[in-house]
């Protein structure tokens, strides 16, 4: 299995870097080839605008999805568009590792899904969700907090962390891939009861990053977050009566 680590962080000595550096070593011990996309590091750029196109299909108004289809078509993507996109194309699985900033994935992230996942390359109207460009190929987020766990779940102030992290996931599935529940790592900065004593919140993180280690080898047990798929919509593009899915805000109603 070819993997692809898609690193979202700043720091090289960061907690997120640490689970990084994990996953290199675990799944090439376990005999997987990897290849990892640092956005920070490799200096990305995350804006999406017409300074990425020197070929314009409309010179006069700029559309992301009329320039990324036309540039798609002729060849004449950016350079880091294309080695993004190469990169995805030899993965079968993806991994996506970040920290939760304003309760969604880093800007950097974000802009490269706007940039990378190109319009009439890797998706059209009829490419899309569980016949997605990447079907059959798997995606996970690895994902930090600085909250404790417990203020990411129901009721938590922080947020149901399936919620917020909903958007992210769904965006995966949205490009075919069979999307895995994610591994969390909570605490990682800010207050909590594991920031009383030094010493706790070390063997915390070693114990995070032998969870995550574990994790990755036993991918093969894991069940795909259950999404709504084209069989499930009617004509209209809304919930067919009776089918139930996990989607937060595509499900149906009682």
């Known amino acids: 299995m070819h993997v692809l680590i898609v690193h979202c962080h700043p720091e090289p000595h960061s907690f997120n870097a640490a689970l990084k550096d994990v996953a290199v070593e675990t799944l090439q011990r376990l005999g997987h080839t990897v290849e990892v996309s640092d956005l920070y590091a490799e200096g990305f750029e995350p804006a999406e605008g017409p300074q990425h196109y020197a070929q314009r299909s409309d010179p006069r108004t700029f559309s992301a999805l009329t320039e990324q289809r ?5 060849a004449t993507l950016p350079a880091d568009v294309q080695r993004e996109i190469a990169r995805l194309e030899r993965a079968d699985l993806v991994v996506f590792q ?27 109207g009829k490419r899309r969700y569980d016949c997605g460009h990447f079907r059959g190929r798997r995606a996970i987020c690895s994902v930090t907090t600085g909250g404790p766990a417990a203020t990411f779940g129901h009721n938590g102030r922080g947020g149901d962390i399936e919620l917020l992290l909903w958007p992210m996931n769904y965006s995966l599935y949205y490009m075919g891939y069979d999307v895995l529940p994610p591994f969390l790592a909570h605490g990682i900065q800010g207050g909590g009861p594991i920031y009383q004593a030094q010493d706790t919140f070390k063997a915390q993180l070693e114990t995070y990053k ?19 798929g084209w069989s499930d919509w009617d004509e209209r593009g809304v919930l067919k009566p009776g089918v139930e899915g996990y989607d937060y805000f595509i499900r149906a109603r009682r």
């Open 210 to 228: 032998a969870d995550w280690a574990q994790r990755l080898e036993n991918l093969e047990e894991d069940t795909p977050i259950p999404f709504t």
């Open 98 to 124: 970040f920290p939760l900033w304003w309760h969604a994935q880093p800007a950097m992230l974000k802009g490269w899904m706007d940039r990378v996942f190109v319009y009439g390359g890797l998706y059209t």
């Open 70 to 74: 036309y540039n798609s078509e002729i």
